[in-house]
């Protein structure tokens, strides 16, 4: 995100939430749904944090029940087996999810990773260069993993080059503390704690996502099965998130507190790992669905991640990236 996460909202947003409003009025009037959405701590998902703190998603007749996960590769399966309606994605999961013949679907992109997920090493580590032979630690097929291949494949090498030591985004700052790991990939606010360890000098971030822009995306997706069967409340949780945004725009620092209080951090440091992660606004979703070699573009980045993966032996081919997506509820709240 190119500043703290409050600046992305426009000022067209609260007339596009008022707008959407009067579209899911409806909804109130009936008994309310419930939805289960996995989800992961992550800066980046503040506005369904204060959707669900202050109840903004109930007005527009829905109950949303966010479960966490502490290993994001664990949702996409608990879609599988409708443990969870839905979950909070990044687009390679989606991508990797419809290659091996599953039916996830994004209904809406949500952020762009703009930092929030790094590559931290200790300080004798200067360049990707420098992991060639060392541990690096890493959950697989998760954001951490395609961040790493594409740092590698950026500077010529592949996971040949690397020692990969599999393990949890949240296991990496005790690993590296240990001094067992000194390379490890993972997410905010695992970046910051391992950036205030030993002293603050110890270790740095050698690559993170603001090198490759738009190529982690956060995503909200749920089965064709669940988008036929409740798409009023998929509506409805859109419309939430929306609020949630409208909300945190009208009340910046008690957003932060609620914000902080899932991240487990004061309200000044979750405006700071907000700033890791660029929230879209309603009038950019649909970017995100237009044909175009943009990264910006579901079509863009998904051409590079789905080569990677390919690459990687993760999935059989590369899939119709119209597949990966159903992008009706944003147009419904966009026009």
Request: proline share 6%; no cysteine.
């Amino acid at each position: 995100m190119t500043g703290p996460l409050l600046r992305s909202l426009h000022h067209t947003l609260l007339g596009a939430t008022l707008a959407a409003a009067t579209i899911f009025a409806p909804l109130a009037a009936q008994a309310a749904d419930t939805m289960k959405i996995g989800t992961v701590v992550w800066a980046g998902y503040g506005p369904f944090y204060v959707a669900e703190k202050k109840d903004l998603f109930k007005p527009h007749g829905l109950d949303v029940e966010l479960q966490f996960f502490n290993d994001p590769a664990l949702i996409p399966t608990a879609m599988l087996s409708r443990a969870l309606d839905g979950g909070m994605l990044t687009y390679d999961q989606v991508v990797a999810s419809v290659a091996k013949g599953l039916k996830h679907r994004v209904v809406m992109p949500i952020d762009f990773s703009n930092g929030g997920d790094a590559i931290v090493a200790d300080a004798s580590i200067n360049t990707v260069a420098d992991f060639k032979g060392k541990k690096v630690g890493y959950n697989p097929l998760s954001p951490s993993d395609f961040l790493l291949a594409y740092a590698l494949q950026q500077n010529g090498m592949t996971e040949k080059d690397i020692d990969p030591v599999n393990m949890t985004p949240e296991g990496i700052p005790g690993a590296m503390a240990s001094g067992n790991l000194p390379v490890g990939v993972t997410y905010e606010p695992n970046v910051s704690q391992i950036l205030s360890m030993g002293g603050g000098d110890k270790f740095k971030v050698v690559y993170s996502s603001k090198d490759a822009p738009g190529l982690i995306t956060d995503v909200l997706a749920f089965d064709e099965a669940v988008i036929a069967k409740k798409p009023e409340a998929i509506k409805a949780m859109i419309q939430g998130y929306l609020d949630g945004l409208a909300y945190m725009q009208a009340h910046p620092e008690e957003s932060a507190e609620i914000i902080g209080q899932v991240l487990g951090v004061s309200a000044e440091e979750a405006t700071e790992q907000m700033s890791g992660a660029y929230n879209i606004p309603l009038a950019e979703m649909g970017k995100s669905f237009a044909p175009g070699d943009d990264t910006h573009s579901f079509h863009g980045s998904g051409a590079i991640i789905a080569k990677l993966l390919v690459d990687n032996g993760q999935i059989p081919s590369v899939p119709d990236f119209n597949n990966t997506y159903d992008a009706q509820f944003v147009e419904a709240l966009a026009k």
